[in-house]
């Protein structure tokens, strides 16, 4: 039985190319490095990728840095106000790299903000959105991290001579728990096994890439080709009350037909069974709301931000207080979060951009905990003036002071 696993993983790694040694992303030359919006999971495991994002805007003479989150990183439903879309590199004097997607939490950052620091003019300044789903009891890392996970961001990782010795430690042994990295004491069979997966992994990149650059940048989370000209920048920043007062009209627009202010095409197809599946699955224990080990990884990440001399702006998202409510992750619940988050961060000595105050304004969110248009226009602000400044402007610009009536 054994000969014959051995058989068949061997057989399979050279079915799809000869391993993982035949990534895709050690095959991408600096001109075939896309940009990207939104990145899949096979993108943001590919630090050739996320760091070749950042140095051809660098080469283009383009100010950006990455924000680094999960799904509220997705610019497309969020409309032109997201900052993935506002403050496109080379749209205005400051720009944002969306660095992350679903299933990228605090671990996948701590990995990717050390593996950034490594690199030549590394950006000193950095947006971090945790969000309030990776801390709840029903996360699964091990499940999730494993796809995300870049190979190539934690070698650059472990080679920052700015790291401890001890918080690298403290990264591989997390990595490994959650499924990742270099499992100590592997075997031969363990070893080829795996790299089969990766192999699997990188021959679905492979395809994906190849689509993608077929149709000029136009696939699902490329949002263009990073060699194509772009209109010129512009010497400022955006005109944030004609921003704000669009951003608000957008965002009423698509919420008048239900009591929440959420998207109507989203409350209308999704919210009764989201309801549901979170009073299904958001089951606690006594008084244990949140996890621990996730809360000890964020910490990590702030440490990494320490070690390596990089400032974060924390972003602390709301998510819809009048939807939450009906579920046991009520307000006084939710307010052992952000203090959790605000404390962690005054503790390291870094920027909050608090915008938890926005539970019950009707028009921040689009759904359960995405930004509207008007909630990304406060992110984008935010992100704006703290890399441009190193001061987060939270407050409001052009006609929305009624927003939340």
Known sequence: MRRRIIALALAATLAVGGGAAYAWESRLTDEDVPFVGYPTAQEVSSWQLM???????????????????????????????????????????????????????????????GAFASVADAPRRVVLFPSIQWFMTYRRPARDFPDVY?????????????????????????????????????????????????????LASDVRLAHDLALD??????????????????????????????????ARAQATGNDLGMSDAWYGKHFKTWLEGANKSWKVRGDEYFSSQEFEDFKMVLDVCRETGVEPLIVIQPVKGAAYDQ??????????????????????????????GHEYDRYFLRDYSHPS???SAYYSKAIYTFLKTGYADTGPSGDVLLAGV
């Open 327 to 356: 579920t046991v992750y009520t307000c006084e619940v939710r307010q052992q979060y952000y203090r959790m988050v605000r404390d962690a961060a005054a503790d390291a000595g870094f920027q909050v951009a608090d915008f938890s």
């Open 150 to 202: 870049s190979s190539g961001a934690f070698e650059a990782f472990m080679a920052n001579g700015d790291i401890s010795d001890g918080l690298k430690r403290r990264v591989a042994q997390r990595a490994a728990e959650y499924g990742a990295g270099e499992p100590a004491n592997e075997g031969p069979v363990e070893r080829i096994v795996r790299d089969v997966d990766e192999a699997a992994k990188t």
């Open 217 to 250: 940048g136009r696939g699902s989370g490329v949002a263009g080709d990073a060699t194509a000209p772009r209109p010129p920048r512009a010497t400022g920043g955006p005109d944030w009350d004609a921003v704000f007062t669009e951003a608000d009209r957008a």
């Open 51 to 113: 760091r070749g994002q950042y140095e051809r805007s660098a080469e283009r003479g383009e100010s950006v840095a990455p924000v680094f989150g999960s799904s509220e990183l997705n610019p497309g439903p969020a409309g032109f106000s997201h900052p993935g879309n506002l403050l496109a590199p080379g749209t205005y004097d400051v720009g944002a790299l969306m660095a992350g997607r679903a299933g990228c939490a605090d671990l996948w950052q701590a990995i990717e903000i």
């Open 373 to 375: 248009e008007l909630g």
